[in-house]
Structure formats: structure tokens, C-alpha cells
């Protein structure tokens, strides 16, 4: 992710997991991760759980990602903006209660790290794109979701090309309660930047959430994930979640076999322990 004087910025999860700064070597750190997911911000890549069981596994498709959304150029992509409201949805009110809502001194460090973002803002150090998804990220966990809005706008205004903006917008649409809008950034996140696997699979985490029943878009979103990558461990695992979600047994077993082949030495034994489960309600 991208490290902006001594900042990681990235996705922040405001629906899947809350936020806090941590202090390591001196540099102040924003953390998250989901499932939503990652990795980023750092969120970590989505816990792969099944019915509650963790997965560890290692995909047979070799990464081509890149360590940084920053370092990829941004291609020549247009951008009306700001990021739509989903018709189908009213977000009632902006304001929410974030991860920071409430406690004085982790609200006066969020406004610290926005004014020292804004300072380093236009100087031509740091990616403005950056700076703003930082920005964005701190209002977000103040509860303050329209400020968030327009600084993940301000991002995607300079590179359109680029997911990670609209990966955060998906987490604060969700926690407005415009599920639909939050869809549609995930969506845009992943179309962006297709070969990015966390952006799918925090799109497919969300999907599988908030979604499971629409069974259309959620096949669509995997089908889109295994064009990307082909057979990954990581996606499998959801979709052995959501295959189980809606009693489609042989199927999760189906998916989780493939999880395990792809696990060459790993513990699977939770595994085993799901696909007993599951053959057990056939």
C-alpha cells in the first residue's frame, strides 16, 4: 500500500471491522480488514471461514498484483463524478458512528493526521491521490461520511483508473446503509483494476453479506474473479461460504476439495472437518 510520511494508506473497512491507529517505530499506521476486505490500509486479505472454520490455503495462480496501488499508472479513464447514488437507495443521514466517534483523543489524532496529509498535499512528494484517500479514511472514522465522500471523490477525479478510492467508498456506502451504491463501488473497484485480487475479494465478502440471495450478481462477481485468476484458494473459500449459505451442499464440498488441492502442505484438517460436515446434511 501506498506509505505517505509514515502513513499506509488504504482501504478502510468501516462495515467488516473497525479501525484504530497503532503506533509502530515511530510511524503511525492506519490498519484494516475485509473482508471485506486489506491486507489494506492495511487491510488484511479476508479471513477465509466457512461456516466459521478459518482456511488457510495458497492459490495455484502465480500473483502479478503489485505491492502498491500507487505504482500502477493510471490509464486514461473518464470520470463525470462524483461517484453516484444507486437509485434504489436514500442514505438517510451522513453522519454515522465511526470506529473514532466518541473518543476525544482518537478524534484529535485523526484531525492531526488530516492536517499533516493537507500540508503535504500539492508538493509533488506524495501521490495527491494518496494524500486524499488518507484524508477521506480519518473523516470516515470521525463518522463523518460526506467529508469522506468528497475526499475519496477528490482521489478518483485525479486517477479514475485506479480502484482503491472506489474500494473505499464501497465500505462507506455499506456504512451509510446504501448497500446497492456500495455494490456498485466494489464493482467499479474491481473493473478498474481487474487483476487486483483483494479488491475481488473484498467484492465478493460484501456480495456474499449482503447479497447471498441475488444469485445472479453474486455468480456474475465470482465468475469475474475466476476469469482473473483461475482456480485461487481464496476465492474458492467464499464461495464454499456462500454455496453452504444457500444449502447447495455438493457444491461446497466441490469448492472445497479444490481449496485443499491448492493447499500443498497445509494443515487442511479443517478443511476435512467442513467437507464431513457438509456431506453429513446431503
Do not use: C
Amino acid at each position: 500500500m501506498p506509505l505517505v510520511d509514515g502513513y499506509l494508506i488504504g482501504v478502510v473497512s468501516f462495515s467488516h471491522m473497525q479501525i484504530s491507529h497503532t503506533q509502530w517505530a515511530g510511524a503511525i499506521i492506519i490498519i484494516i480488514l475485509a473482508a471485506g476486505g486489506w491486507w489494506y490500509a492495511t487491510k488484511k486479505a479476508p479471513a477465509l471461514v466457512v461456516e466459521k472454520v478459518p482456511v488457510t490455503a495458497t492459490s495455484s495462480v502465480p500473483s502479478t498484483q503489485p505491492t502498491s496501488t500507487a505504482s500502477l499508472p493510471a490509464p486514461a479513464v473518464a470520470y463525470a463524478g462524483p461517484f453516484p447514488t444507486n437509485a434504489a437507495d436514500t442514505i438517510v443521514s451522513w453522519s454515522f458512528k465511526g470506529a473514532y466517534s466518541g473518543n476525544d483523543t482518537l478524534v484529535t489524532q485523526a484531525k492531526a493526521d488530516i492536517d499533516k496529509l493537507t500540508g503535504l498535499m500539492g508538493q509533488g512528494k506524495y501521490d495527491d491521490y494518496d494524500l486524499y484517500i488518507g484524508i477521506a479514511n480519518d473523516y470516515g472514522l470521525m463518522g463523518d461520511g460526506k467529508t469522506a465522500y468528497n475526499n475519496y471523490d477528490k482521489a478518483v477525479r485525479i486517477h479514475p483508473g485506479k480502484g482503491l478510492a472506489y474500494a473505499n467508498l464501497g465500505n462507506l456506502f455499506d456504512q451509510l446503509g446504501a448497500y446497492r451504491t456500495a455494490a456498485d463501488a466494489y464493482a467499479k473497484a474491481t473493473a478498474a483494476e481487474p487483476r487486483q485480487l483483494e479488491y475481488h475479494l473484498e467484492r465478493l465478502n460484501y456480495l456474499v453479506e449482503r447479497f447471498s440471495a441475488d444469485t445472479a450478481r453474486v455468480s456474475a462477481a465470482f465468475a469475474d474473479a475466476s476469469h482473473q485468476f483461475g482456480d485461487t484458494a481464496s476465492v474458492l473459500a467464499i464461495e464454499a461460504r456462500w454455496l453452504t449459505e444457500e444449502k447447495r451442499y455438493a457444491d461446497a464440498i466441490k469448492a472445497l476439495q479444490t481449496v485443499k488441492a491448492l493447499s500443498p502442505g497445509k494443515d487442511t484438517s479443517t478443511i476435512d472437518a467442513q467437507i464431513a460436515r457438509l456431506q453429513a446434511k446431503q
